[in-house]
Antibody, heavy 119, light 113 residues
């Protein structure tokens, strides 16, 4: 049984950074794609970026380029998403999701991490 | 970027009736080398992470009831719920992962009439 366990809720000031973790247990980590998806209040799902840990090279959505950094630590089977220069519009539920090497969709999701940006 | 446009934005269907959601892609998402369209459908309920229903446009994920089916190829796709149940009230999203940036449709809210 694969589980993705995300870090807890965060409250941040505008202009600061947040780093959310996603620990995988019960399955292969290095060759699976880990993506980050967010949902702002009342909005739809938004893809932010992804990483395949064994390749280490992330891909990002253009609108987050320069503000988001996605990394992976194979030794702990944990992926990270760091978002900088936070603004109120970044208040959202952030999910990690995993796709296998057959590219058969995001079959496993974390429980979500609420990030609130407020002064 | 590939834009996915879902229709309708919302629909209300009677219990036991059919619900149909369309997803149109601004570009082809069919991989010609294996004839797979890299298009998935997710069900999203409040307080839960999204749930994978359909991948490769028409393959049902393990454990998903067979009242859910997907069809289409290339740029035009459909999710059908053959007999709507109360448990199916949710927002449904299509998602392409053929090219980066991966993108989602805007979502379709399904309710009971």
């Amino acid at each position: 049984q694969v589980q993705l366990m995300q870090s807890g809720p965060e409250v941040k000031n505008p202009g600061s950074s947040v780093k959310v973790s996603c620990k995988t247990s019960g399955g292969t980590f290095s060759t699976y794609t880990v993506s980050w998806v967010r949902q702002a209040p009342g909005q739809g799902l938004e893809w932010m970026g992804e990483i395949i840990p064994v390749f280490r090279t992330p891909k990002y959505a253009q609108r987050f380029q320069g503000r988001v950094t996605i990394t992976a630590d194979e030794s702990t089977s944990t992926a990270y998403m760091e978002l900088s220069s936070l603004r109120s519009e970044d208040t959202a539920l952030y999910y990690c999701a995993r796709m296998d090497a057959f590219w058969s969709g995001y079959s496993d999701w974390g429980q979500g991490t609420l990030v609130t940006v407020s002064s | 970027d590939i834009v996915l446009t879902q229709s309708p934005d919302s629909l209300a269907v009677s219990l036991g009736e059919r619900a149909t959601i369309n997803c149109k892609s601004s570009q082809n998402v069919l991989e010609s080398s294996n004839n797979r369209s890299y298009l998935t459908w997710y069900q999203h309920k409040p307080g839960q992470p999204p749930k994978l229903l359909i991948y490769w446009a028409s393959t049902r994920e393990s454990g998903v009831p067979d009242r859910f089916s997907g069809s289409g190829s290339g740029t035009d796709f459909t999710l059908t719920i053959s007999s709507l149940q109360a448990a199916d009230v949710a927002v449904y999203y299509c998602h392409q992962y053929y090219v980066a940036p991966r993108t989602f449709g805007q979502g379709t809210k399904v309710e009971i009439k």
